[in-house]
Antibody, heavy 118, light 107 residues
């Protein structure tokens, strides 16, 4: 059974940093691209970032370029999102998800809440 | 960036009735279109990919159609567990983009 478990969310002040983790199990982690998708309170879904199976290719939405860094450790079956220079508009539930170019986001974690507020 | 537009924003349907949800892309996404269902407090779930292929375990009452810029999700006979928010998403080009969602509520 595929399981994705996010952690690392919490309350952070504007301008601060946070690192999210996503522990994966039940599938061949290194064979899948992975992604982060976020959802602000009461709002829709927004894709944030993606990384290839090897970690060699990364993609970002414009609003987080230069502030967020996606990475993965295939030896630990873990995906990361380093978030710097956080803004109030980054407040959201952050989901990790498997991604394939043939079927979109197949599997999702339950999400971790990031709140940026003073 | 490809903009995905869903309509209507809210759809009121009685149990057992048919629901038709629309999704339009600002430029062609070929058939690289997925539909997701999200219930309150839960993560989204993949329903349809490739515009018309049901994901594993998705009931046959869910069907998708379309290609290029116009897509439709049809729920043939709404069950109580189908009342939720539905999102379309294109994965034809970066950045990946979602529609704003359609809330299917009980009439």
């Amino acid at each position: 059974e595929v399981q994705l478990l996010e952690s690392g969310g919490g309350l952070v002040q504007p301008g601060g940093s946070l690192r999210l983790s996503c522990a994966a199990s039940g599938f061949s982690f290194s064979s899948y691209a992975m992604s982060w998708v976020r959802q602000a309170p009461g709002e829709g879904l927004e894709w944030v970032s993606a990384v290839s199976g090897t970690g060699g290719s990364t993609f970002y939405t414009d609003s987080v370029k230069g502030r967020f860094t996606i990475s993965r450790d295939n030896s630990k079956n873990t995906l990361y999102l380093q978030m710097n220079s956080l803004r109030a508009e980054d407040t959201a539930v952050y989901y990790c998800a498997t991604y394939t170019g043939s079927s979109g986001f197949d599997y999702w974690g339950q999400g971790t809440l990031v709140t940026v507020s003073s | 960036e490809i903009v995905m537009t869903q309509s209507p924003a809210t759809l009121s349907v009685s149990p057992g009735e048919r629901a038709t949800l629309s999704c339009r892309a600002s430029q062609s996404v070929s058939n690289k279109l997925a539909w997701y269902q999200q219930k309150p407090g839960q993560a989204p779930r993949l329903l349809i990919y490739g515009a018309s292929t049901r994901s594993t375990g998705i009931p046959a009452r869910f069907s998708g159609s379309g290609s290029g810029t116009e897509f439709t999700l049809t729920i043939s006979s709404l069950q109580s567990e189908d009342f939720a928010v539905y999102y379309c998403q294109q994965y034809n080009s970066w950045p990946l983009t979602f529609g704003g969602g359609t809330k299917v509520e009980i009439k």
